[in-house]
């Protein structure tokens, strides 16, 4: 009997394992598509009545410019931040350094392989490719000048120097990832710098490689509301029979685990 549970209990974290590696790459695009035409609308609306923020401080989440590199097909919504909650909207602007478009250096991070993967294929960007910038002061054009792979700890992948953008991810590993740092510059003048942040140093949860913490608590919640379920379900089987119970069970099932992988994949590093 023992030898039974224990074969059933590594089937169902088989099974979690598998279904948590689908859910990361076909079905967390859903939410961020969602989030992303809501964005989109809100930039559009805020770009003609001339409300982008171009000052700090900016609300983390806040939409503020599109990028669009169609060398790669990225055409998407920037927010201000990023730290894992935000990238899960799309790319995110490191607070601390110039917004997009503005002249300095502006630091976009973008996630490799989850929430829709916007940067998958940043590291496709060739020379001379262009990504047109568009912020709430006009329309920018920038080049691509190189792609580099660097450490998890090198500092330079968030220094250049000049009126640079820089796209930075993680590689697609799990264990000790690396950085793709994508260096774009100014193909011209772009638009004055606004006002800087004053809330201090980037924080490492904000430089791609950390996830966020506070979704532990969450995923133990829905941890344990999957498991009342699933032993709901069992009981609800013995006593009705196999589809009534199911089909019962099914939509709390399905709702809860999306919940828990949800959470599961904000503790994932930021960039991935």
């Known amino acids: 009997m023992t030898a039974t549970r224990a074969r059933r209990s590594f089937v ?12 990361c790459v076909l079905f967390s695009a859903l939410p961020t598509a969602g989030q992303q035409q809501g964005l989109d609308r809100r930039l559009r609306s ?4 001339g409300l982008t923020p171009v000052n700090q401080p900016i609300a983390p989440g806040a939409p503020i410019a599109r990028i669009q590199a169609r060398a790669i097909g990225l055409d998407t919504t920037v927010v201000e931040g990023s730290e894992a909650r935000q990238l899960v909207s799309g790319p995110g602007h490191l607070r ?6 503005q002249s300095g250096v502006s630091v976009v991070l973008g996630r490799r392989v989850t929430q829709g993967a916007p940067f998958r294929h940043v590291d496709e960007l060739h020379r001379g490719d262009r990504i047109w910038v568009t912020n709430g002061q006009g329309r920018w054009k920038y080049r691509v000048v190189g792609t580099r792979t660097l450490a998890a700890n090198d500092a330079s992948a968030f220094s250049a120097q000049g009126d640079t953008l820089l796209f930075v991810t993680a590689e697609r590993t799990l264990v000790g990832p690396g950085r793709i740092v994508v260096t774009a510059k100014a193909d011209g003048a772009l638009a004055q710098a606004g006002t ?8 490492a949860s904000e430089l791609g490689l950390q996830g966020d913490s506070t979704a532990a608590t969450g995923l133990l919640v829905w941890l344990q509301v999957l498991v009342l379920a699933g032993a709901g379900a069992i009981v609800l089987q013995r006593r009705w029979g196999g589809w009534p119970a199911w089909l019962l069970a099914a939509p709390v099932l399905a709702a809860s685990l999306w919940a828990f992988y949800e959470h599961l994949a904000l503790l994932l590093p930021a960039s991935l």
Do not use: D, I, K, M
Not at 12 to 23: E, S
Not at 46 to 49: A, C, D, F
Not at 196 to 203: K, S, V, W
């Open 96 to 101: 601390t350094s110039v917004l997009p478009g």
């Open 46 to 49: 805020e770009l003609s009545q």
């Open 12 to 23: 169902v974290f088989a099974w979690l394992v598998v279904g948590f590696a689908a859910w």
């Open 196 to 203: 800087r942040t004053q809330r201090g140093p980037a924080t």
